[in-house]
């Protein structure tokens, strides 16, 4: 009877600490290597838009090494995010939600972007305050999509984020430019333009990366690719 007793003890355990870390889960994830945050000061955020460079390619593959901008809630539970990602062999843009709770991941249709190609993304919410809009695309050749994701719950998105997501084995993983740049970000609440506030944070440093806030609309990661 002892044995038994002590494997029902274990399990719940087990049972109870997955259900503190799902309690307690969300952003940012510890997958998040740094990242900058432009809080919106209470009011809603109703646009947001950014253009990035595509990096080369990494040396080493094997990593998956991900550079977006995104909106969040207050708590961070319900993240979207037009994202530009290395998959296996090469670049693709697309847009993604993930909801903490229940969790539920989306990632919309995929395109291949080549190094040198600009990326153009917003997100807006759409008449009625119901859903949000993410647009992304390339500016070589045009390609675009375009997501409605709905509000969960009526929830207000409030804060603004530029991210650099994805923990590398070796820094080899990363573009061996080391360095990435979000320029012409713009923002606004309640629809009207305002000047964020961003804060750097290196949140789970990997390769030396770093963050700066060069101003109000441009914001540069650099890591050591070596």
């Given at each position: ?18 259900f ?66 290395w998959?296996?062999e ?20 995929k ?19 119901s ?62 333009v ?21 101003n ?11």
């Amino acid at each position: 009877r002892q044995p038994f007793s002590v494997f029902i003890m274990i399990r719940f355990v087990c049972c109870f600490l997955v259900f503190l870390c799902t309690v307690h889960s969300q952003d940012p994830a510890g997958s998040w290597l740094a990242y900058a945050k432009a809080p919106g000061g209470g009011g809603k955020l109703t646009y947001m838009n950014a253009t990035v460079v595509v990096p080369n390619n990494p040396r080493q593959p094997g990593g998956y090494p991900a550079f977006w901008f995104g909106i969040e809630p207050e708590p961070a539970l319900n993240l979207i995010q037009p994202i530009l990602k290395w998959e296996f062999e090469g670049w693709y843009i697309f847009n993604e939600y993930f909801q903490w709770h229940p969790e539920k991941d989306f990632q919309s249709r995929k395109h291949q972007v080549q190094p040198g190609d600009t990326v153009f993304a917003s997100v807006r919410l759409t008449p009625g305050n119901s859903s949000y809009e993410m647009f992304i695309t390339s500016k070589k050749d045009g390609w675009s999509v375009r997501t409605s994701i709905p509000i969960q719950d009526n929830k207000v998105f409030k804060d603004g984020y530029v991210v650099v997501e994805h923990q590398p084995f070796s820094c080899r993983e990363y573009p061996p430019d080391g360095t990435i740049t979000w320029r012409d970000i713009h923002v606004e609440i309640e629809g009207k333009v305002i000047k964020p506030k961003w804060k750097a944070v290196r949140f789970q440093p990997a390769c030396n990366i770093q963050v700066k806030v060069v101003n109000e609309e441009t914001i540069n990661f650099t890591w050591d690719a070596k």
